[in-house]
Nanobody
Framework: QVQLVESGGGLVQPGGSLRLSCAAS????????MGWYRQAPGKQRDWVAG???????NYEDSVKGRFTISRDNAKNTVYLQMNSLKPEDTAVYYC???????????WGQGTQVTVSS
């Protein structure tokens, strides 16, 4: 069993910043890609960013230049620094370990990000 625990969400004004964290624990071996996803109300869950064990990153177009993904391999933890937040970034954010381009494990509870004035 693998547990994914996200934290760091909250209410922020447009243009503000938040830093999300996600810790993975349990029977985990050879994690390569970790990633963040988000699900806005009434919409499907979409991929946002990913990072390999070596530090190579990739981003969905709408967050490029504003979000930065990073990880601590020793702690099996991935982070998402979100700057210049927009109302359309409002969503529940989830992390997962990605293999073959797909999330590998059951989703955690997520962390709510609300961008509003």
């Amino acid at each position: 069993q693998v547990q994914l625990v996200e934290s760091g969400g909250g209410l922020v004004q447009p243009g503000g910043s938040l830093r999300l964290s996600c810790a993975a624990s349990g029977s985990i071996f050879n994690i390569n890609v970790m990633g963040w996803y988000r699900q806005a109300p009434g919409k499907q869950r979409d991929w946002v960013a990913g990072i390999t064990a070596g530090g190579t990153t990739n981003y969905e177009d709408s967050v490029k230049g504003r979000f930065t993904i990073s990880r601590d391999n020793a702690k099996n933890t991935v982070y998402l620094q979100m700057n210049s937040l927009k109302p359309e970034d409002t969503a529940v954010y989830y992390c997962n370990i990605i293999r073959g381009g797909r999330p590998l494990f059951s989703w955690g509870q997520g962390t709510q990000v609300t961008v509003s004035s």
